[in-house]
């Protein structure tokens, strides 16, 4: 900190939004005419008791045909600007330990700007402006609404990153960027959505079905292979059982008629 080795950014802001059907639609202005950014959300299809439903982020904003006029928050932050020139010096001089412990602290400092900012949503959206929480409380998360990142399990879809990132203008406000694989340079960085709903709580999207996959894929324009590549981690069946099976069926289908 004396020396000032490294450089903090941030950048967050407020949107009018709703969701329709598993996505998220912001809008342009608050008459909600125009359509600026859509995220699109995954539903768990684990088997769960019948009194807990299936999630997804989208049951966190009011649903357009309510008629209800709700909001989604942004942000991304980072503490690494500044990183690669120290991370050098130090491996030039074969100081692994030093090294390690730079970009270690980065990270920590970077979960702690995300945190702080957090906190400072919630004061200018309104609803955390009174927040007493200690410390402890603060990292436990007694606060009223979350902060999911994508590539988290509740979005475990790392490609939302470039909706996210077009929305703020991340890459000309900030020094941040996202590589071809949507991994954020420099790595000493967090960015997600902030959902201000009471009930608005972390989960897992788990493992899903071809069916939702395809839909997935289908709402972002997105080919099907390419959707099961990006959520791999997530899927409940093999792909190429799925399209060997697919196969089949158009072979079946065409037989009579041959």
């Not at 990292?139 to 470039?162: F, L, M, N, V």
């Not at 991340?170 to 960027?177: D, G, K, P, S, Y």
């Not at 790595?187 to 079905?209: C, D, K, M, T």
Request: aromatic share 8%; charged share 30%; net charge negative.
């Amino acid at each position: 900190m004396a020396e000032r080795l490294l450089t903090a950014q941030a950048v967050m802001g407020f949107f009018p939004a709703n969701a329709e059907g598993d996505d998220i639609v912001v809008y342009t202005e608050e008459a909600r005419r125009g359509v600026l950014a859509t995220f699109r959300t995954l539903r768990q299809q684990v088997d769960k008791p019948a009194a807990q439903p299936e999630q997804a982020l989208a049951d966190f904003v009011a649903p357009r045909e309510t008629g209800r006029a709700d909001f989604i928050g942004a942000f991304a932050v980072t503490t690494g600007v500044g990183i690669d020139r120290m991370v050098a010096e130090f491996e030039r001089d074969h100081d692994d330990y030093n090294s390690i412990m730079t970009k270690a602290l980065a990270d920590r400092l970077a979960e702690a700007l995300a945190e702080a900012l957090h906190k400072r949503a919630r004061e200018e959206w309104g609803y955390g402006r009174h927040e007493a929480l200690t410390p402890e409380e603060l990292i436990r998360e007694q606060y009223r609404g979350i902060r999911p990142a994508p590539g988290y399990p509740a979005c475990p879809d790392h490609t939302e990153k470039r909706t996210l990132f077009d929305l703020l203008r991340v890459e000309a406000r900030t020094a941040i960027r996202l590589t071809e694989t949507f991994a954020m340079m420099p790595a000493a960085a967090v960015s997600g959505l902030y959902f201000s709903h009471p009930e608005a709580r972390y989960f897992q999207v788990g493992r899903i079905g071809p069916d939702q996959v395809l839909d997935y894929a289908r709402r972002k324009g997105m080919a099907l292979r390419e959707a099961e590549r990006w959520l791999a981690p997530n899927l409940g069946y093999d792909p190429q059982e799925e399209a060997g099976a697919a196969d089949r069926e158009v072979t079946a289908e065409r037989v009579p008629g041959d």
